[in-house]
């Protein structure tokens, strides 16, 4: 069984920063792309960044470009998203989602986080 657990979400101020975190746990044999994602209230779920297997290549939205920052940690089978100048705007709940080859199993599944709430006020 594979979890991925968030954390580091919470109220912070417009300007100011937070660190996400997302531990994926279980009989791991490797995890290729992870990324965040955010919905916020009334809108769908939609794509903040990517971060391929070696973190080569990373991928952000357009609007966040410059203020969020994707990186990980094989190590530790962690992915982290540093959110910098946050905005009122980026109030969401922030996803982590990792693809996963399972020991044992053939092919690679998708797997998401519970969440963790990001509230910026103004």
């Known amino acids: 069984q594979v979890q991925l657990v968030e954390s580091g979400g919470g109220l912070v101020q417009a300007g100011g920063s937070l660190r996400l975190s997302c531990a994926a746990t279980?009989?791991?044999?490797?995890?290729?792309?992870m990324g965040w994602y955010r919905q916020a209230p009334g809108k769908q779920r939609e794509l903040v960044a990517t971060i391929t297997s070696g973190g080569s290549s990373k991928n952000y939205a357009d609007s966040l470009k410059g203020r969020f920052t994707i990186s990980r940690d094989n190590a530790k089978n962690t992915v982290y998203l540093q959110m910098n100048s946050l905005k009122p705007e980026d109030t969401a709940v922030y996803y982590c989602?990792?693809?996963?080859?399972?020991?044992?199993?053939?092919?690679?599944?998708?797997?998401w986080g519970q969440g963790t709430q990001v509230t910026v006020s103004s």
């Open positions: 989602n990792a693809e996963i080859a399972i020991v044992g199993l053939r092919g690679t599944y998708k797997y």
């Open positions: 279980g009989s791991i044999f490797s995890i290729n792309v």
